[in-house]
T-cell receptor
Framework: AQKVTQAQTEISVVEKEDVTLDCVYETRDTTYYLFWYKQPPSGELVFLIRRNSFDEQNEISGRYSWNFQKSTSSFNFTITASQVVDSAVYFCALTTDSNYQLIWGAGTKLIIKP | DAGVIQSPRHEVTEMGQEVTLRCKPISGHDYLFWYRQTMMRGLELLIYFNNNVPIDDSGMPEDRFSAKMPNASFSTLKIQPSEPRDSAVYFC?????????????FGPGTRLLVL
């Protein structure tokens, strides 16, 4: 079975705090891809990152960083020095070689308070 | 480059009326996807096309839903007749290929309210 779990339904922090959004995935495929999307209050779905199963290097993009750990089947997302504009619902998703369709987590609603 | 374009952005209609949602994928993308997002069910894939041909419509909830892609730059999702339970945000997405790992890029969505 393939599954993505985002156990944190909602997280609320004060601006400038660091925050980590958890994503745990399940698949038996050896080749798979993990994604993060952001859905701000305006509603659109914005692609943030894609990572394949053979690349465990962490990724940093400005205040955003992603920690991929195959040993724990996790692909966590950290926002450093959070800002109010980071408030959104963040989705983690998975595709595999046996299932090309996106398998979505339930999303984590992130609230950044000024 | 323009992203995926959807219209209308908001639609309010009465039960029983026909609703048509429109999508223009990113130029050069061969795959087009229609999703529905609700609080109860999250994001659901309704149907997807490859080179204008419907490949998998198993997610289409009922015969009231139909989708077409007459050419590479245009697709419609039609609901006829509409019902209040169809109220949701409908997203169109496109990708360059259908391979695993190919990124899907989403349009802004159409927020549909059926009264």
């Amino acid at each position: 079975a393939q599954k993505v779990t985002q156990a944190q339904t909602e997280i609320s922090v004060v601006e400038k705090e660091d925050v980590t959004l958890d994503c745990v995935y399940e698949t038996r495929d050896t080749t798979y891809y993990l994604f993060w999307y952001k859905q701000p209050p305006s509603g659109e779905l914005v692609f943030l990152i894609r990572r394949n199963s053979f690349d465990e290097q962490n990724e940093i993009s400005g205040r955003y960083s992603w920690n991929f750990q195959k040993s724990t089947s996790s692909f966590n997302f950290t926002i450093t020095a959070s800002q109010v504009v980071d408030s959104a619902v963040y989705f983690c998703a998975l595709t595999t070689d046996s299932n090309y369709q996106l398998i979505w987590g339930a999303g984590t609603k992130l609230i950044i308070k000024p | 480059d323009a992203g995926v374009i959807q219209s209308p952005r908001h639609e309010v209609t009465e039960m029983g009326q026909e609703v048509t949602l429109r999508c223009k994928p990113i130029s050069g993308h061969d795959y087009l996807f229609w999703y529905r997002q609700t609080m109860m069910r999250g994001l659901e894939l309704l149907i997807y096309f490859n080179n204008n041909v419907p490949i998998d419509d198993s997610g289409m909830p009922e015969d009231r839903f139909s989708a077409k892609m007459p050419n590479a730059s245009f697709s419609t999702l039609k609901i006829q007749p509409s019902e209040p339970r169809d109220s949701a945000v409908y997203f169109c997405a496109s990708s360059r290929t259908g391979e695993s790992g190919e990124t899907q890029y989403f349009g802004p969505g159409t927020r549909l309210l059926v009264l």
